[in-house]
């Protein structure tokens, strides 16, 4: 049965482990969000995949976002680069409201991806790389984030439905 591992940090300085069973299919792929609530705005940017990571061709809005998303990739380039466009109010609390590209993963595996910071529309708009148990917007899941002014952010939910951990 494989394991998908990672610690996660919390409240400054308490680390947890984080797991999700590869046993069944998890999601695997890029995600983010303009984190404009109620307005009509959007946020772009790319991944660029490697060489392990298949072209993330399945796309969806999770939860409510104010303008669906979009993603543009060239089918002929299985590596080249991504462009996610989304709209959505934040990956965080209880329930996400994001854009995501994926794949399913079942079985060990990682995430290898070059990610290009996003359009700064706002200081917590994210782009960034995850992996979530299911589509629901209260799913678990971990990801690593850029963020419009406040860097780089690890961030998990560890049970359906609780808040988020950075």
């Not at 919390?10 to 069973?21: D, E, F, I, Q, R």
């Not at 299985?78 to 590209?101: E, M, N, T």
């Not at 960034?128 to 209260?138: F, Q």
């Amino acid at each position: 049965m494989g394991m998908t591992e990672a610690e996660c940090g919390t409240n400054g300085g308490t680390w947890l482990p984080y797991s999700c069973n590869n046993a069944n299919s998890n999601f695997v792929g890029a995600g983010g969000l303009s984190w404009e609530h109620g307005a009509n705005m959007k946020a772009s940017w790319s991944v660029q995949c490697c060489r392990d990571l298949p072209l993330l061709t399945e796309t969806t809005d999770i939860g409510n976002v104010n303008i669906p998303g979009y993603t543009t990739y060239n089918s002929l380039e299985p590596y080249g680069p991504v462009k996610l466009v989304a709209s959505g109010s934040d990956i965080w609390g209880r329930s996400d409201s994001f854009r995501f590209a994926y794949h399913t993963m079942q079985g060990d595996g990682s995430i290898w991806a070059k990610v290009h910071k996003p359009i700064v529309t706002d200081s917590w708009v994210k782009s960034g790389l995850m992996i979530r148990a299911d589509l629901s917007p209260s799913s678990q899941y971990a990801g690593m984030f850029y963020t419009g002014w406040n860097g780089l952010k690890m961030q998990t939910r560890i049970t359906p439905g609780a808040g988020t951990n950075a």
